[in-house]
Every structure is written in C-alpha cells, then in structure tokens.
C-alpha cells in the first residue's frame, strides 16, 4: 500500500485518504518531493554554541535544546536557513531566538556561531520575553531588502511580528504586524506567509490588484494586505470580524488545524500556498497518529487571494522517519522553507519540532 500510495504521488497524482474518495489528479501542485534520506535530518542542536543573552545578562547554549523550523532564502547563489533554536532556561523550559545557516549545495549546511534576531531590550521586549522568537517565513522586496514574518511569545500569547535586513546578519525589528489595528495587537495571531514570485532563485513579494498578501493563522487560514510589507490590515467580513479564508476539513488528515507554511507563490494557474495541518483522529484521519503533522497545497484565483480554486485532497507529506516521529513534539513534519536554486526545489522542515529535514524535487 505504501508503495502503490508512492508511485500514484510520484505520477502527480494525489491519492485521499478514503477509499471512498475518488483519486484526484492535480497539475497545479508542487509535486513531487523526495525526502534527502542520505544527509537528513540536516540541522540538529548543539550544545556548545554561545551567546551572551542581552536580557540574562549571560551566556546561554541558545541551541541546546533543539533546532527546527526553517525558513529559506538563495542569496548570491548560497542558501541561507533562518531557523528556530531553543536553550533549555527559564519558565518555559526554553527561550527561542533565530539562527542562520547556509549552504552552496541545499544539502549540507554550516552554522553562523551566534543567532541573528533574538528578544532584547527593545521595544519588542514585551511580545518576545521569555517565549522568544519563533518560526520564521522569509522574502525580499523588488529592491533586494529581506522581509522576516516570525512569532513573537510572552508566555501568554503568539504575535506575529516584522524584521528587515539588507544582509540577512543584520536586522530592524517593526513590531506588531497589525500593529495599526489595536483590536489586533492583544489578540493571539501567528505564521505569516506572503505571496511572492518565485523566479530565478529567488523568491520577490508580489503585488495583486496594488497590494501585498500576506496569509497567516494557525487554527484557520486568514488574510492580511499591506502596501509596504511592514504594516499589515487584517481583511475582515462585513461584520468586522476576521475573514476565514479556509480551514480544517472532518474526516482528513487535516482535521484540527491548518497553518501556512512557506512564502505562497504566485503561478500562471493561481496562488499555490503549501500548508501544514494537524490530525485528531476522533474526528479526522484514522490511520495518522494523534496530532500528526503534515503538509498540503491549495490553490486560490490569482487574481483574488480570498478565492480557493482548488485543494488536495490528502498531505504529499507526513512523519514516518524515526527523527519526525519522536523528538519534543512526536509525530511532526513542519514545512516553512522553500527555495528553487540549481535547477531543483528544496523543501526545509522542522522535525518532531526537535530537527531540520530537507525535501528535493527535481
């Protein structure tokens, strides 16, 4: 059966989970991915790395604990990863900051020695302390300068928050992506992922009708425009409550959330988001374990950002690896990087939120 399941997706075919559901071709998708079994998992912690926490006032091993979930970015012909690494101090067993690592192969990667966004003393503080930085997404404008989304967490609540970088070492935190919108700014919101072109290795936000994208949540899927890329307007319905643009479906392997994963992509036949889901099988998809994460792709009208056209019907890929089953979150692939560089599509995923993996499609 998984053989059969292998060669239907290798086809560029997507099979359901039911077999009272009906195989579904899709030749819109990003299919089909490999996982790199010979060098994953990619990223793991390291418990000699350094840094002098500006907040402690003191060393920490910032990515003692674990590394995962990457973001991806090609800059003169090398791939960066911005990651997500965690110590093993405080309250909440770890505080989260934002490492960097690059590759001239997609496939073997060297550390810089110190993260490069992290919670200071500075006006973020009070989203970012003792929480941290998490979970970053990652694109340039049409003038080389880097746009982060990340989460920002106090220990009550998940903000989504902006940085910018000429360099990617260097970076000016903007605060609250809604900042402008103070029935927002308390409100727990998280996972921004921006529609972008993708072309010629690199991956450029891109404006439909005169405005930036931006889809974001991590229970439903919601939308946000913005004309600068800093300052973000939640797009709400007519009663001023924030618009659902799509969300979990009983009986899949989808079935408890869905979140964004890497930068959406603009494409002649629409906007392709890959997403990530979480399975409860009470009420989803029996044959994945409890809060199984996996990953999808849907289609929305390239012309409006709210409209889905199309979506698959199961995940193209889901933990069965021993380091995706077991780690500090069992049973995940979390997938926020995205890169096309040599004439191949590299996939970066967060593993049992405990390593990184790499997919390749070629």
């Known amino acids: 059966m998984k053989y059969l399941l292998h060669l239907i997706i290798v086809a560029g075919f997507v099979s359901c989970n039911s077999s009272a559901d009906k195989t579904k071709e899709v030749d819109w998708a990003l299919l089909p991915f490999t996982k790199a079994d010979e060098v994953n ?3 793991s912690h390291d418990t000699t790395s ?3 926490c500006p907040v402690r006032h003191s060393i920490v091993q910032w990515e003692e604990k674990d590394v995962f979930n990457p973001a991806a970015i090609v800059r003169n012909d090398t791939v960066f990863l ?3 690494a965690e110590d093993s101090i405080g309250k909440f067993a770890g505080t989260s900051r934002i490492g960097l690592a690059w590759s001239t192969d997609g496939l073997h990667f060297k550390k810089h020695p110190v993260p490069v966004l992290y ?14 930085c998490e979970d970053p997404r990652i694109i340039e404008d049409e003038n080389g300068t880097y746009f982060m989304t ?10 989504l928050l902006v940085a910018s970088s000429k360099d990617l070492y260097q970076w000016t935190k903007h605060g609250h992506a809604f900042k402008n919108d103070t029935a927002e700014v308390n409100k727990w919101s998280k996972s921004g992922s921006i529609v972008s072109r993708f072309e010629n290795a690199k991956s450029v ?3 439909v009708n005169d405005k930036y994208y931006m889809y974001w949540g991590d229970t439903d899927i919601f939308l946000a425009e913005s004309d600068d890329l800093i300052n973000w307007k939640v797009i709400k319905d007519d009663k001023g409550k924030i618009k659902t643009i799509f969300g979990p479906r009983t009986k899949k392997f989808d079935s408890d959330l869905v979140e964004p994963g890497p930068p959406a992509m603009l494409t002649d036949k629409g906007i392709l988001l890959i997403y990530n889901s979480r399975n409860v099988p009470s009420k989803g998809d029996t044959s994945l374990a409890e809060g199984t994460y996996a990953a999808s792709q849907i289609l929305f009208d390239k012309d409006d950002p709210s409209k889905v056209i199309d979506r698959m019907e199961t995940y193209f890929i889901k933990p069965d690896k021993p380091y995706e089953i077991t780690g500090q979150v069992n049973h995940v692939c979390f997938v926020e990087g995205l890169v096309q560089y040599k004439d191949k599509w ?8 405990s390593k990184i993996a790499v997919a390749v499609r070629q």
Do not use: C, S
């Not at 006006?123 to 929480?131: S, T």
């Not at 590299?346 to 939120?353: H, I, K, Q, R």
């Open 119 to 132: 919670p200071d003393n500075d006006a973020e503080k009070i989203y970012e302390w003792e929480g941290g």
């Open 205 to 207: 936000a891109v404006k």
């Open 41 to 43: 998992p990619i990223l």
């Open 50 to 52: 350094n840094f002098l």
């Open 82 to 84: 911005l990651y997500r």
């Open 346 to 353: 590299f996939l970066y995923y967060g593993t049992a939120d």
């Open 150 to 159: 990340y989460t920002a967490y106090d220990g009550d609540k998940a903000r």
